[in-house]
């Protein structure tokens, strides 16, 4: 995850999240988020970061992702 800027008690916060990657037994994600200060308009970029999820079954083990619907 990297850090660009700070977030302040009072920033609106808002997140964005896109589908990077679907593996057989993996999903990676991307995910940014911005900040309004005050009433300002402008949107200013403070953390983005690519996480990947493994699905795993009740032994803890690697599964296949489950299908789309």
Excluded: L, N
């Excluded at 005050?38 to 992702?65: K, L």
């Amino acid at each position: 995850m990297t850090f660009h800027r700070p977030v302040f008690v009072g920033d609106e916060v808002t997140c964005y999240a896109q589908i990077v990657k679907v593996g057989r037994t993996s999903i990676t994600v991307k995910v940014e988020s911005w900040v309004r200060r005050g009433i300002g308009e402008e949107q200013i970029a403070v953390t983005e970061g690519i996480f990947t999820y493994v699905a795993i079954d009740e032994d803890r083990r690697p599964r296949p992702v489950p299908p789309d619907d």
